[in-house]
């Protein structure tokens, strides 16, 4: 299992991780959360600054013309 925080999987009712992408604002992984496939991005610390309110403002645009968020903290 590629190296990230467990207690998403836990929290979110996530498995089969693989990850498509590591930047130095963050580790991008494809997951599956029963029959859906999904996205999950963990900022690092550097990430957090740069873009922490990022899930915030998708949210608030509700997928209109941008990703839509399911789940963030």
Not at 18 to 33: D, G, L
Not at 39 to 61: C, D, H, M, P, S
Request: overall charge positive; aromatic content about 10%; hydrophobic content about 40%.
């Amino acid at each position: 299992m590629p190296c990230l925080p467990m207690n998403y999987f836990k929290k979110w009712s996530l498995n089969n991780p693989t990850q498509i992408a590591s930047t130095k604002s963050a580790k991008v992984f494809k997951v599956q959360r029963d029959d859906e496939s999904l996205v999950l991005k963990v900022y690092t610390e550097l990430g957090k600054k740069a873009e922490g309110r990022g899930a915030l403002a998708l949210r608030i645009f509700n997928s209109e013309a941008s990703v839509s968020v399911i789940e963030y903290d």
